[in-house]
């Protein structure tokens, strides 16, 4: 039995540790950040370990940072991700083309 319970604190120990991090990711949120830096940009609803709603941005050099979502710039970041969310996809498509070869003879009779 001393077997079991030593497998078995030894396996909870193991999910807890590698278990998702249940906290918000952003700690502290910036209110400014210069657009022609961003790369992507990920709005994280509130969640039941987390009860404000955040703003994740990547940057172009793979950094990440926090928008407040209640600055100018947040606002304005979320509405044009909204935009672009509700924006239809663009329809690509392909033309055939044809090309053709005409080749004129010139007969030879002598």
Not at 41 to 51: F, L, M, Q, S
Not at 53 to 82: F, H, R, Y
Not at 95 to 107: D, G, I
Request: glycine fraction near 2%; aromatic fraction near 4%; proline fraction near 5%.
């Amino acid at each position: 039995m001393k077997l079991f319970t030593q497998i078995f604190v030894l396996l909870a120990c193991g999910v807890i540790c590698h278990s998702a991090i249940l906290k918000c990711r952003c700690l502290s949120t910036s209110k400014t950040i210069n657009r022609s830096l961003i790369h992507k940009v990920e709005e994280i609803p509130p969640r039941p370990y987390c009860a404000k709603m955040e703003i994740l941005v990547t940057l172009k050099n793979n950094k990440q940072a926090c928008l407040d979502p209640t600055s100018k710039v947040g606002q304005a970041v979320l509405v044009s991700l909204k935009k672009k969310s509700e924006r239809p996809a663009e329809v690509r498509t392909t033309r055939a083309t044809t090309t053709s070869t005409t080749v004129t003879a010139v007969p030879t009779w002598s």
